[in-house]
């Protein structure tokens, strides 16, 4: 089972990067994909989560309008497309697989941890310069 995130980079604010989540060793229309992310010093933070199963999206109030997750179930791929990016977004994002709904990850208006498997061995940074 591995969950590898990748397409983190340094970008100017405003600008943008997508980042890529690959999953393999499991069945990816039966799990939920979210995206968290953690700064030096700061807590984890819970970014996004798509249901692959039915595309169902949830968003963080600090990244909503600005942020679009995405799934292309042929390629066990899911894409977290960051827009108007700010220094705040400064962080290494990691990806999360859970059981089929958002709701293990989101619920009572905020975002918690918990995952089956993570990519957090292999997060990859984005740094986002003024």
């Known amino acids: 089972v591995q969950l590898q995130a990748s397409g983190g980079g340094l970008v100017q604010a405003g600008g943008s990067l997508r980042l890529s989540c690959a999953a393999s060793?499991?069945?990816?229309?039966?799990?939920?994909i979210a995206w968290f992310r953690q700064a030096p010093g700061k807590e984890r933070e819970g970014v996004s989560c798509?249901?692959?199963?039915?595309?169902?999206?949830i968003y963080a109030d600090s990244v909503k309008g600005r942020f679009t997750i995405s799934s292309d179930n042929a390629k066990n791929t899911v894409y977290l497309q960051m827009n108007s990016l700010k220094p705040e977004d400064t962080a290494v994002y990691y990806c999360?697989?859970?059981?089929?709904?958002?709701?293990?990850?989101?619920?009572?208006?905020?975002?918690?941890?918990?995952?089956?498997?993570?990519?957090r061995g292999q997060g990859t940074q984005v740094t986002v310069s003024s």
């Open positions: 999360a697989a859970v059981p089929d709904r958002c709701g293990w990850v989101y619920y009572s208006g905020r975002f918690y941890y918990t995952a089956s498997y993570d990519s």
């Open positions: 798509i249901e692959n199963d039915d595309g169902n999206t």
């Open positions: 060793g499991f069945t990816f229309d039966d799990y939920a």
